[in-house]
């Protein structure tokens, strides 16, 4: 809208140098710049965009802070942990675009596809695309309900200014069936995008176990509202192959060198907004949480160790020991202060020997959610491979051994697994809630730091773990967790048709309270 307002102003201006170029329209043409797309480069940045954008506002402030991973003494980064700042959730509608640089993973993945979609030969570049696309609108439909998807990033090829919302039902409709086409599309005599893959460098063996692992994810989310439909995707994601080894695991690596974009953004992230130097404030005020750092210790469970230290001063109190002892942990309570608290030091914090590295990998999605999604079906009685407690117990492993991809310090011996099951068994004769809430909180658990989005939207559809909300003074939701990110008013000004009538079929809100479609 603002570039069609200046070139209406500057329309009779255009007119007179028109007349009188000389040439200069070709002298104004970046030779350096590309007039084709790419379709490596803009895949590779797709995959980059999609996990990064607005990790700090996201995942780290509104959902690290609800969902009780994260807590903050402050009340302007609260957006979680006392439910304040709506903005911080706005910033993840810039996947649509904004910043060409750090944004616009939406525009990048429809020029994708646009370019390999016609060629027989770049069918499997246009199968990861498409399975990309389904993974990066499952993200942004998650946390917005209805959005922007048959016409988003068309403004291009199609000059759609004003893309129509779709609804929430229709668009997991047509994920499923875009996830279904293309994993059956695959040719392994075709070309694949190869090492500008970040994930699996064009493997496709492994790229159909990531199709089918997100069409489980997905056929899961449709529990509470057509149970049917879940237990159609979800056997077909099982049946096609899903993600239950180590070595099947997506991962994109990072490195620590000089050029930030190649560092891991969520310890760019966390360090670059709290946990910069030991000792005194942060940033944004952030510690560990109580509820999650007191669930750790009471399972004894030893991931504790691995996720977490507590800064300790030398004698003369002018150098800091990052320490992993259990009995030091202790985690700071959602929403009990608005001033620095006078044992701030004593909570704990993110390790800085895992978490923090600049050259940890991100792990986009992992065995440990699919053996738990699969002791779910089991539960439901839509798997029949294995049980409950097999699978349950397999997902506990590989959320403990993953952590191995960390280096050294993230390391968690076979022994200390073991007792952890012996010392947490499967609840195999509890009620079907018992044991959903097990599985369930086990997920809050395994997918801590991986992925804040999906156990966001786990949470939303499951209930567990069950959290105790806050209701800190003057909240903007009345002390109730937040259930939905709010999407900027600028939609409402350029998109207005489109957005209020996608608003009054959302229930005619626009809060951090409102719910998406399969959120009963």
């Given at each position: 809208?603002?570039?069609f307002l200046r070139l209406?102003?500057?329309?009779?201006?255009a007119?007179?140098?028109?007349?009188?170029?000389?040439g200069?329209?070709?002298?104004?043409v970046?030779p350096?710049?590309?007039t084709?797309?790419?379709p490596?480069?803009l895949?590779?940045?797709a995959?980059?965009?999609t996990v990064?954008?607005?990790?700090v506002?996201?995942a780290?402030l509104?959902?690290?802070?609800s969902m009780q991973?994260?807590a903050t003494y402050?009340?302007?980064?609260?957006?979680g942990?006392k439910?304040?700042?709506?903005g911080?959730s706005v910033n993840?509608?810039?996947?649509?675009g904004?910043?060409?640089?750090n944004?616009?993973?939406?525009i990048d993945i429809e020029q994708?596809?646009d370019?390999v979609?016609?060629a027989?030969a770049?069918?499997?570049?246009?199968?990861?695309a498409?399975?990309w696309?389904?993974?990066?609108?499952?993200?942004?439909t998650?946390?917005?309900?209805d959005?922007?998807y048959?016409?988003?990033g068309?403004a291009?090829s199609?000059?759609?200014?004003t893309p129509?919302?779709?609804?929430q039902?229709?668009?997991y409709?047509?994920?499923?069936?875009?996830?279904e086409?293309s994993?059956?599309a695959?040719?392994?005599?075709?070309?694949?995008f190869?090492n500008?893959d970040?994930?699996?460098?064009?493997?496709?063996?492994?790229?159909?176990?990531?199709g089918?692992s997100?069409?489980?994810r997905?056929?899961m989310?449709?529990?509470e509202?057509?149970a049917?439909?879940a237990?159609?995707?979800?056997?077909k994601?099982?049946?096609g192959?899903i993600?239950v080894?180590?070595a099947?695991?997506?991962?994109?690596?990072?490195?620590?060198?000089s050029?930030?974009?190649s560092?891991?953004?969520?310890a760019?992230g966390?360090?670059?907004t709290d946990?910069v130097?030991p000792?005194g404030?942060n940033?944004?005020g952030?510690k560990l949480?109580?509820?999650f750092?007191?669930?750790?210790k009471?399972?004894?469970?030893?991931?504790?160790?691995v996720?977490?230290?507590v800064?300790?001063p030398s004698?003369?109190?002018?150098t800091?020991t990052a320490d992993?002892?259990?009995?030091?942990?202790k985690?700071?309570?959602?929403?009990a202060?608005?001033s620095l608290?006078?044992?701030?030091?004593?909570?704990?914090?993110?390790?800085?020997a895992t978490?923090?590295?600049?050259?940890a990998?991100l792990?986009?999605?992992?065995?440990?959610?699919m053996?738990l999604?699969?002791?779910e079906a089991?539960?439901r009685?839509?798997?029949?491979g294995s049980t409950?407690?097999?699978?349950y117990e397999?997902?506990?492993?590989?959320g403990m051994?993953?952590w191995a991809?960390?280096?050294s310090?993230?390391?968690?011996?076979d022994?200390k697994?073991?007792?952890y099951?012996?010392?947490n068994?499967?609840?195999?004769t509890g009620?079907?809630?018992e044991q959903m809430?097990q599985?369930?909180?086990?997920k809050w658990?395994?997918l801590f730091?991986?992925?804040?989005?999906?156990?966001f939207?786990?949470?939303?559809?499951?209930?567990?773990p069950?959290l105790?909300?806050?209701n800190y003074p003057?909240n903007?939701?009345?002390?109730?967790?937040?259930t939905?990110?709010?999407?900027?008013?600028?939609?409402g000004?350029?998109?207005a048709?489109?957005?209020n009538?996608?608003r009054?079929?959302?229930g005619?809100?626009n809060?951090?309270?409102?719910?998406?479609?399969w959120?009963?």
């Amino acid at each position: 809208m603002k570039k069609f307002l200046r070139l209406l102003y500057l329309a009779p201006l255009a007119l007179f140098i028109t007349s009188c170029d000389n040439g200069f329209e070709e002298m104004n043409v970046n030779p350096n710049a590309s007039t084709e797309v790419v379709p490596g480069f803009l895949f590779t940045k797709a995959q980059l965009i999609t996990v990064s954008t607005n990790y700090v506002g996201a995942a780290y402030l509104t959902i690290g802070g609800s969902m009780q991973h994260f807590a903050t003494y402050k009340e302007v980064p609260a957006a979680g942990d006392k439910y304040f700042n709506y903005g911080y959730s706005v910033n993840s509608w810039a996947l649509y675009g904004g910043d060409p640089v750090n944004s616009g993973a939406v525009i990048d993945i429809e020029q994708v596809i646009d370019a390999v979609s016609t060629a027989p030969a770049d069918v499997n570049k246009l199968s990861a695309a498409r399975i990309w696309r389904a993974y990066l609108y499952h993200r942004l439909t998650d946390l917005y309900g209805d959005i922007p998807y048959s016409d988003a990033g068309k403004a291009l090829s199609d000059k759609n200014y004003t893309p129509k919302y779709d609804e929430q039902s229709a668009i997991y409709a047509d994920m499923l069936k875009e996830l279904e086409e293309s994993l059956n599309a695959f040719d392994a005599a075709q070309a694949t995008f190869g090492n500008a893959d970040l994930m699996y460098g064009g493997d496709i063996t492994k790229w159909k176990k990531f199709g089918y692992s997100l069409m489980l994810r997905l056929g899961m989310r449709l529990t509470e509202v057509d149970a049917a439909m879940a237990k159609t995707w979800v056997e077909k994601a099982i049946a096609g192959g899903i993600i239950v080894s180590d070595a099947d695991v997506a991962t994109i690596a990072y490195v620590d060198g000089s050029i930030t974009a190649s560092r891991n953004f969520i310890a760019s992230g966390l360090m670059g907004t709290d946990y910069v130097t030991p000792g005194g404030d942060n940033v944004e005020g952030g510690k560990l949480a109580k509820t999650f750092i007191d669930y750790l210790k009471t399972t004894k469970d030893p991931r504790l160790n691995v996720v977490s230290i507590v800064w300790v001063p030398s004698a003369d109190g002018k150098t800091f020991t990052a320490d992993t002892t259990t009995a030091l942990q202790k985690g700071m309570q959602n929403a009990a202060f608005n001033s620095l608290p006078a044992d701030f030091n004593t909570y704990s914090e993110p390790n800085p020997a895992t978490i923090l590295k600049y050259n940890a990998p991100l792990v986009v999605m992992g065995n440990a959610e699919m053996n738990l999604l699969l002791a779910e079906a089991a539960l439901r009685g839509w798997y029949s491979g294995s049980t409950a407690k097999a699978t349950y117990e397999e997902a506990v492993k590989a959320g403990m051994k993953q952590w191995a991809l960390f280096g050294s310090a993230g390391v968690i011996s076979d022994a200390k697994i073991n007792a952890y099951l012996i010392a947490n068994p499967y609840k195999a004769t509890g009620t079907v809630a018992e044991q959903m809430a097990q599985i369930h909180t086990q997920k809050w658990v395994s997918l801590f730091l991986e992925d804040e989005y999906e156990i966001f939207s786990n949470w939303r559809r499951t209930g567990y773990p069950n959290l105790t909300p806050t209701n800190y003074p003057g909240n903007l939701t009345g002390g109730k967790i937040p259930t939905r990110f709010v999407i900027p008013d600028s939609e409402g000004i350029y998109n207005a048709e489109n957005f209020n009538e996608a608003r009054t079929r959302q229930g005619g809100t626009n809060t951090l309270s409102s719910l998406v479609w399969w959120d009963k």
